[in-house]
């Protein structure tokens, strides 16, 4: 099956600066990766997606790259905001519709 | 909007005991997933259901079984509960093809004691 690896675990930045968070997959044959962010208590929420067919894609202070050489993708947010802090969790769909998650980050923005 | 419901937000139960999580979603879906949720690992899927009355295993399907008889509907057995599934449990359900994402309930947070 497919094993996706996310780092880092925590990451804590300044408000108004970038975050990014990384993960790696190790299936090829993956063509869809997306993201979901998790308020504490709440149920996780896509925030973004890319398929294996597109390199980047953006929306507004939100980013997503994708290597497939390399086998992994980034998540990069600017410009961040208190709201921001949260649970981020990337995924990678193998087999029929089924997703391998990371193991999440905690991002903390600092007012 | 696509609405995934499961029918508890928190549950205590005893060792031993058999447990029933339910979840149904709202948007004709024909894949549904149950995952586990503990700090640390991320989401871990338990078992996944493509149809009515087909079921796949996941990753740690040990100690729990499921049922689909209806198409909205996808239960989760804890067959005879232990301590080592307390646990935070995520219903989660997609259509098929191209490529959509998968839509979470808000979760069945169960403590066995």
């Known amino acids: 099956g497919e094993n996706v690896e996310q780092h880092p675990s925590t990451l804590s930045v300044q408000e108004g600066d970038s975050a990014v968070i990384k993960c790696t997959y190790s299936d090829s044959a993956s063509n869809y990766f997306p993201w979901y962010k998790q308020e504490l208590g709440k149920r996780p929420q896509l925030i973004i997606d890319?398929?294996?067919?597109?390199g980047e894609k953006k929306d507004q202070r939100i980013a997503v790259t994708l290597n497939k050489t390399a086998k992994h993708f980034s998540l990069h947010i600017t410009e961040t905001q208190p709201e921001d802090s949260a649970v981020y969790f990337c995924?990678?769909?193998?087999?029929?519709?089924?997703?391998?998650f990371g193991t999440g980050t905690r991002l903390t923005i600092i007012p | 909007d696509v609405k995934v419901t499961q029918s508890s937000r928190y549950l205590v139960k005893r060792t031993g005991e058999k447990v029933f999580l339910e979840c149904v979603q709202d948007m004709d879906h024909e894949n549904m997933f149950w995952y586990r949720q503990d700090p640390g690992l991320g989401l871990r899927l338990i078992y996944f259901?493509?149809?009515?009355?087909?079921?796949e295993k996941g990753d740690i399907p040990e100690g729990y079984s499921v049922s689909r008889e209806k198409k909205e509907r996808f239960s989760l057995i804890l067959e005879s509960a232990s301590t080592n599934q307390t646990s935070m449990y995520l219903c989660?359900?997609?259509?098929?093809?191209?490529?959509?994402?998968?839509?979470f309930g808000d979760g069945t947070r169960l403590s066995i004691l």
């Open positions: 890319i398929r294996s067919n597109v």
């Open positions: 259901s493509y149809d009515v009355k087909m079921k």
């Open positions: 995924a990678a769909k193998y087999g029929n519709e089924k997703l391998t």
């Open positions: 989660a359900s997609v259509g098929s093809g191209s490529n959509q994402p998968q839509h």
